[in-house]
């Protein structure tokens, strides 16, 4: 039921299309959400192009699922073997690239775990197995968690090991994943997107980041209407084609918290 009160807690909607235009559903990840990005693009999309976007804010896992089942025109996620999978399935038509930031590993900055300044990020994750430091993970089946369990079956760590000691997952998004964070002093895996924009820091620090295995590709995709013949194909491609233009690039580019830019545009033209 959390996981259901989560979801609706997290529709929003874009009130800057015109009466006239269309609609269209947009599953996609917490981090686009909570990162303040959709708060900035969906007005400039809809002022363009006259149609109203709903996003369903979800992890991505979930946001493929919800285009499995046909309940949204869009997907827009961050995990490309799951994505790679869904268009082997049919499930889509296209996967285009849109955006890039990387992932960063913070916790308190007392460090228990002696991480702070490396750039090895499985170093750092066998650090903090090795000191039964906590951790919090989305546990979500997000693109940021599959991610996370990427990251440390190279780094060679069973964290099944340490569930309900130190390692301790929550199934929430990234900024409740912070907030628990935050309050507990444990490290975790973030996308810098939602890290920028989040306030409550508390003792929380970035103590690992620049490895090349922290990378985080964005992708869209329209839901196949061969598929799912309710797929509003026309205005779900142009807001696809709107993100990789070069005006949608410029967009994603201008978005910035603090002075400092989230998202990276790299759409291929």
Same mark, same amino acid.
């Given at each position: 039921?959390?996981? =259901?009160?989560?979801?609706?807690? =997290? ?7 015109? $009466? ?18 959709? @708060? ?9 192009? @006259? ?7 979800? %992890?991505?896992?979930?946001?493929? *699922? ?7 025109? &869009? &997907? ?16 889509? &038509?296209? /996967?285009? +690239? ?21 750039? *090895?990020?499985?170093?750092?994750? /066998?650090?903090?197995? !090795? ?7 989305? @546990?979500?089946?997000? @693109?940021?968690?599959? $991610? ?7 780094? #060679?760590? +069973? =964290? ?12 929430? #998004? ?11 002093? !444990?490290?975790?895996?973030? *996308? /810098? ?17 620049? +490895?090349? /295995?922290?990378?985080?590709?964005? %992708? ?14 026309? *205005?779900?491609?142009?807001? =696809? ?9 410029? !967009?994603? $580019? ?16």
């Amino acid at each position: 039921m959390k996981k =259901i009160a989560a979801i609706a807690s =997290i529709l929003l909607w874009s009130t800057c299309a015109s $009466a006239q235009g269309g609609s269209i559903t947009v599953a996609s990840t917490t981090s686009t959400e909570q990162s303040g990005l959709f @708060g900035y693009l969906l007005p400039l999309f809809s002022k363009a192009e @006259g149609v109203e976007v709903k996003v369903v804010a979800v %992890g991505t896992g979930q946001a493929l *699922d919800i285009g499995r089942r046909g309940d949204a025109d &869009v &997907v827009f996620v961050h995990d490309r073997p799951a994505e790679d999978k869904f268009m082997s399935e049919g499930q889509g &038509v296209k /996967r285009f +690239d849109v955006m890039y930031n990387d992932f960063i590993i913070v916790g308190p900055k007392s460090d228990p775990a002696k991480i702070a300044g490396s750039k *090895d990020v499985t170093d750092a994750l /066998r650090k903090i197995a !090795a000191a039964k430091a906590p951790f919090i993970s989305r @546990g979500d089946k997000s @693109g940021t968690h599959a $991610a996370e369990l990427r990251l440390w079956r190279e780094a #060679g760590v +069973d =964290i099944a090991a340490g569930k309900d000691s130190w390692y301790r997952e929550i199934g929430q #998004g990234m900024g409740p994943a912070l907030n628990m964070a935050s309050s507990s002093n !444990a490290y975790l895996l973030s *996308d /810098r997107g939602t890290w920028l924009s989040f306030k409550n820091r508390g003792e929380l620090a970035i103590l690992t980041e620049g +490895d090349k /295995r922290l990378f985080n590709q964005y %992708g869209v995709m329209l839901v196949n209407p061969a598929t799912h013949p309710n797929v509003k194909a026309k *205005d779900g491609q142009a807001f =696809i084609d709107w993100l990789v233009s070069p005006k949608g690039q410029d !967009a994603i $580019a201008g978005y910035k918290v603090g002075g400092e830019q989230l998202f990276f545009p790299n759409a291929s033209h």
